[in-house]
Structure formats: structure tokens, C-alpha cells
């Protein structure tokens, strides 16, 4: 199976990055293809509403020209999908919202029903401040006919913290072994 990583942390090798990485190495494990894809690197611009996407005529496709042309042809290569973002106010970042918008093209074209999704989200309150970031994710992939195949949160705030908590990094590692 290939597992598609979309990454959206302004930090590289933060605790996001960490977590992802420990998760990719379990599922490297059990013969999975892994890629990561670093939203920060990319350029999403925000979705306009012109609602071309919706349209058969357009080939449910989005009109914008950026970086998430590439994006959408992973996206659709991919049988896993890992949602990775920090909190930020109750939500996932920016730039994770930018890509969660850009989805829509999918509403129509069903070209993401059936693959699992599922979220890394690493906060400084831990579990306890995810329930609004993980109700949007659960809402997204029902909308899209995904199948949500959990989350990953921990407690680490400061970049690298999570290093210190070796009983997280297995869990990552174990779950990337039970995709």
C-alpha cells in the first residue's frame, strides 16, 4: 500500500515530524511505500468559491494553478492518507486548513472515498485540547467518503520534546505497523 504523509508544520523536525517519521519507519516495516509531502514547502492558495470543481464540464477539477496540483495527484495515488498538524487554537494550522478546503474537488468526484485517513497531531495540552481538530477530520473524511482510521496525539510543545517520551514514539512506530 502507499501512505501518503501531508505535513503541516512550519517546523522541520519538530514534534510533528518526529511522530510522522516514527509512524512511516513502522509501516517502511511491514512493506508499505511511504512519502512525505511538507505543506510549508508548498504554495496552496486558498480556495476562491468559483465552485469550478463541482462541475463535470471541468472534470471536477480546480480551477487554481499552485502547488496543489502535484498535491491532488498524490493524494489520489496514495491508499493511506496521514493528516499531520500541530494544534493551533483547537484546529490544525493554517496551512492545513488551506489544504483541507482545497478538497473539494473531491466532494464530486468520489476520487478519495474508500482510502483510510488519519490524523498526527502533537499539542502542548496533549488529548484533552483535540476534540474540535479531531471533529473537523471526522466530519472531512465522512464528507469524503474516507474511511477514518484514527489519530495519533501527544503532549510535546517544545520542538523535539516528544524525543523524551520513547513510549510515544512506539506507539507511532506500532501504529504505522497496523496500517
Not at 512511516?24 to 470543481?53: N, S
Not at 498524490?74 to 492545513?96: N, S
Not at 472515498?113 to 484533552?128: F, R
Amino acid at each position: 500500500m502507499k501512505v501518503l504523509t501531508v505535513l503541516a508544520s512550519p517546523r522541520k523536525g519538530g514534534n510533528t515530524e518526529i511522530l510522522v517519521d516514527e509512524m512511516l519507519k513502522g509501516a517502511q516495516q511491514k512493506g508499505h511505500i511511504t512519502e512525505k509531502v511538507h505543506l510549508y514547502d508548498c504554495e496552496i492558495l486558498p480556495c476562491l468559491d468559483c465552485r469550478g470543481c463541482k462541475r463535470a464540464s471541468s472534470g471536477y477539477t480546480c480551477s487554481l494553478s499552485d502547488g496543489m496540483r502535484e498535491i491532488y495527484a498524490r493524494l489520489e495515488e496514495a491508499d493511506i492518507i496521514i493528516f499531520a498538524t500541530p494544534v493551533y487554537w483547537y484546529g490544525p494550522t493554517a496551512k492545513m486548513k488551506l489544504l483541507i478546503d482545497r478538497l473539494r474537488p473531491y466532494i464530486a468526484s468520489r476520487k478519495l472515498a474508500g482510502k483510510k485517513g488519519l490524523v498526527i497531531s502533537p499539542s502542548e495540552e496533549g488529548a484533552s485540547c483535540c476534540g474540535p481538530l479531531l471533529q473537523m477530520f471526522a466530519m472531512s473524511f465522512d464528507y469524503l467518503g474516507m474511511v477514518n482510521a484514527g489519530s495519533l496525539l501527544a503532549k510535546a510543545y517544545e520542538k523535539g520534546e516528544i524525543k523524551k517520551s520513547p513510549e510515544e514514539l512506539e506507539r507511532a512506530k506500532e501504529m504505522g505497523r497496523s496500517l
